[in-house]
């Protein structure tokens, strides 16, 4: 099935304990869509840039099956530039710049040819822009997830629990749920939030894994653990577009398969943190997926078949 | 197989956002020997209590099949006694008071009729007490875990590192893993800390779960992800308890029972904290152990043989 993407095509500048990059290619957009670039061939953006951004990462994106009709290029305009430094242990980070430029005034615009996707993705941005795109398809997607940050919860949370309210899966992380629900046990929380519109949920805890809540049913996908987490930027998105990918491609909402989504959706994130920015989700390919895949089969099975003497 | 159990049997003082509790029984030895209760019969115990510790709380301990000839009683002295408040978020505690009393000078004896056991738990106590226990074993145990904490790293660490170099399992929290091997990636500190002499390691991630290392292989095993962690006190015991009657009772070293081993000691685990103290352990009984392994299974369990279309 089409999978419909909206979120940010910008410029990162990263600086981790392994080195710095110059301005590079990022973007919640960037990565979801190359993600899931490995599971859906009919895929479509909703995104802006200016007049800065190189041509080439768009015949990239084109190359990979992505239509970007909807990708606005605002020639007069900037490209959304965000600047980060991770601190030594990977899980905090401070902001250095943001530079909003073409993202302050976005109004995503739906091409004719996105009316028709079947998945909608949206990827971290304003609730009232993410809601916007919900608003403009003519057909209610058969699936919506959205992505979120603190950050909107902090000053836009009416919006924010509006664009939840019309959603079927929220993807956060364990930060973000407790904030978002006012509770610490992240079962409580996960009830809560369900009570807010959607009703499957994920709680991203980076290292420490993922919960998948829908239902009674719970899931906890282990991550795998890694030698170096050489730059995090990405990751959530990342696992995101593996996830809505895998989703879309075979179409197919059982919670034993939304569990394999997760876990295609880990494995893809644990590419991603090996190289700075999109670098290493460019390199690989099916194959690699696969034996990655494998790894998380190995560490997290076991059997209890054997009674207890 | 029999099981030695080396460990604090002591008097606990707990403060939790839920509640407080008056001195209550409490200790490594303890928590550890009710919960490999669960598995094993023949079982051991070496530890000291004053002339204060109540005779029906040993009589219990009897009453499980734990045979207290080592549990020395020190008439005129007082029983080691730990006070503590957890923080809201329950990860973090402060130490009110530490009163060592009989653990100041302890000198564990081991009784004849314990020379033959063949599987030997270290709960977190002095490692010169530990590796004296080791060494007054006329044979040695066919399987020695040792569980510590990073007071002893910060205090003794040259006696530390002499006793992880004679064991065959370290059972050991993240923090204290990163603590003791230098290295923040989990993934390098188990190379680092095997190279120490433990073939086996564990290291509890709390809430997050435990990952087991042996050679090549890693089991990252899933916590319960519980509504309410009543109080924490003992769940690390508790794991290795369990961890350790399971493998006692089996006798089997292979990776797929060390993992089975690690699912039965993180469910007892999920028990201890609960209720205060061993309120909770001492209620259970193997059906409700079994029904909560099957939580673990339902929780953890995916299968991937959908191809990617």
Redesign the interface.
């Known amino acids: 099935m089409s999978l419909l993407t909206v979120g940010s095509v910008a410029f990162d500048a990263i600086e981790t304990p392994y080195g710095k990059t110059d301005k590079i290619v990022g973007g919640a957009g960037t990565f979801i869509s190359i993600a899931s670039s490995y ?1 859906v061939q009919d895929q479509n953006i909703i995104s802006v840039v200016g007049g800065d951004f190189p041509q080439v990462t768009i015949d990239d994106l084109n190359a990979r099956g992505i239509n970007t009709d909807g990708l606005q290029i605002k020639n007069s305009e900037k490209t959304f530039f965000w600047s980060g430094k991770y601190h ?2 990977m899980n905090s980070r401070d902001t250095l710049i943001t530079e909003l430029n073409v993202l302050e005034n976005f109004d995503p615009i739906v091409p004719e040819v996105y009316q028709s996707s079947s998945y909608l993705m949206l990827g971290n941005l304003s609730p009232s822009v993410q809601s916007t795109v919900i608003e403009r398809l003519k057909v209610r997607p058969k699936l919506i997830a959205m992505d979120t940050m603190n950050f909107w919860m902090d000053i836009a949370m009416n919006d924010l629990k509006k664009t939840i309210s019309m959603v079927d899966i929220l993807i956060i992380n364990d930060e973000e749920a407790r904030q978002l629900s006012g509770e ?5 929380a996960s009830v809560l939030i369900r009570e807010m519109g959607p009703k499957i949920l994920i709680i991203k ?1 980076g290292e ?2 993922a ?1 998948l809540f829908k239902d009674k ?7 795998l ?4 987490v050489f730059d995090p930027t990405g990751a959530g998105d990342t696992f995101a577009g593996g996830f809505m990918g ?1 989703l879309a ?2 179409d ?1 909402l059982s919670f ?2 939304l ?2 989504a997760v ?1 295609y959706g880990s494995a893809l994130a644990s590419f991603c943190v090996e190289k700075f920015g999109t670098e290493k989700l460019l390199e690989i390919n ?1 194959e690699d997926i ?1 034996a990655r ?1 494998d790894r998380f ?8 078949n ?1 009674s ?2």
């Open positions: 599971f030594n242990d610490y046990s992240l079962i409580k805890k420490h894994g919960l049913e719970v899931f906890f996908a282990p991550a653990p890694l030698e170096e895998y491609s075979t197919d034993e398969n569990k394999r876990i099916k696969l895949v089969v190995s560490l997290a099975s076991f059997d209890m054997v207890v003497k």
